[in-house]
């Protein structure tokens, strides 16, 4: 899968459009083929190294639309597919 990675903090040169390995699901998580995604201030801020928690490397597009790929009982998680 496609997917948007961020190695280390800096400005939009940081974002990696890169091949990813398909996340496995766990129970309650749900997988997404995703249609569209977006990049919202929070990400921004993790991206810009604003967000002290966060760890690199880290894969962005927390906001999502899609198709439900695959379900492990519910909808607690949601893992988004590109």
């Known amino acids: 899968m496609k997917a948007v990675v961020v ?3 800096g400005g939009v040169d940081k974002l990696v459009y890169q091949e990813v390995p398909k996340p496995r699901i766990k129970e309650g998580w749900t997988l ?4 569209g995604f977006g990049i919202n201030r929070s990400e ?10 966060v ?15 695959e379900s492990k009982k519910g ?8």
């Open 55 to 69: 760890e690199f490397p880290r894969i962005l597009g927390i906001e999502c639309v899609g198709l439900v790929e």
């Open 75 to 82: 909808f607690g998680k949601v893992v988004c597919l590109v």
């Open 44 to 53: 921004i801020f993790t991206r810009k190294g604003y967000s002290p928690s």
């Open 7 to 9: 190695y280390e903090a």
């Open 32 to 35: 997404i083929k995703v249609r």
